[in-house]
Antibody
Framework: EVQLVESGGGLVQPGGSLRLSCAAS????????MDWVRQAPGKGLEWVGR??????????EYAASVRGRFTVSRDDSKNSLFLQMNSLKTEDTAVYYC??????????????WGLGTLVTVSS | DIQMTQSPSSLSASVGDRVTITCRAS??????LAWFQQKPGKAPKSLIY???SLQGAVPSRFSGSGSGTDFTLTISSLQPEDFATYYC?????????FGPGTRVDIK
């Protein structure tokens, strides 16, 4: 059974940092591109960033709203995805989801999502 | 960035109704369009990819159509478990972008 479990959310002050993790199981994690998507309270979905697999040099893509502040990384040996968030702003308050991208068809889209972890940026 | 719009923003329908949701991209996206369903407090669930391909285990009452910039999600006979918010997403170009969502609730 495919599972994605996010952790690391919590309350942080503006300007602070937080590192989110996503533990993957039930599939060959190393083969898949992985995404982070967030959802502010009562709002819609916003794509945050993507990391490709080893075959594609672990390259990354980011939304303009987080580029330079957030970093997506992964540890294939631990089946884990990470989101390092620095210089946090109140508008970064959201539930953060990790999402797996399919390998069956290209281009790769998100076919499975975790349950999310809440990040609150407030003083 | 590619802008995605959806209409309507919300609708009320009854069990058994046919429901249609429209999604429009600000430029051509080569049918690289996905639909997701989200229920309150839950993670989004993939329904359709490549504009009309059904994700595995998704009921056949869901269908997608369209091309270029205009796309449609249709639920042929609305079921109680279908009351949710539906989002389209383009994955043609970075940054990937979502539509604002369409909330489907009970009439």
């Amino acid at each position: 059974e495919v599972q994605l479990v996010e952790s690391g959310g919590g309350l942080v002050q503006p300007g602070g940092s937080l590192r989110l993790s996503c533990a993957a199981s039930g599939f060959t994690f190393s083969n898949h591109y992985m995404d982070w998507v967030r959802q502010a309270p009562g709002k819609g979905l916003e794509w945050v960033g993507r990391i490709r697999n080893k075959a594609n040099s672990y390259t990354t893509e980011y939304a303009a709203s987080v580029r330079g502040r957030f970093t997506v990384s992964r540890d294939d040996s631990k089946n884990s995805l990470f989101l390092q968030m620095n210089s946090l702003k109140t508008e970064d308050t959201a539930v953060y989801y990790c999402a797996r991208s399919t390998t069956l068809v290209t281009p790769y889209y998100s076919d499975f999502w975790g349950l999310g972890t809440l990040v609150t940026v407030s003083s | 960035d590619i802008q995605m719009t959806q209409s309507p923003s919300s609708l009320s329908a009854s069990v058994g109704d046919r429901v249609t949701i429209t999604c429009r991209a600000s430029q051509g996206i080569n049918n690289y369009l996905a639909w997701f369903q989200q229920k309150p407090g839950k993670a989004p669930k993939s329904l359709i990819y490549a504009a009309f391909s059904l994700q595995g285990a998704v009921p056949s009452r869901f269908s997608g159509s369209g091309s270029g910039t205009d796309f449609t999600l249709t639920i042929s006979s609305l079921q109680p478990e279908d009351f949710a918010t539906y989002y389209c997403q383009q994955y043609y170009d970075y940054p990937f972008t979502f539509g604002p969502g369409t909330r489907v609730d009970i009439k």
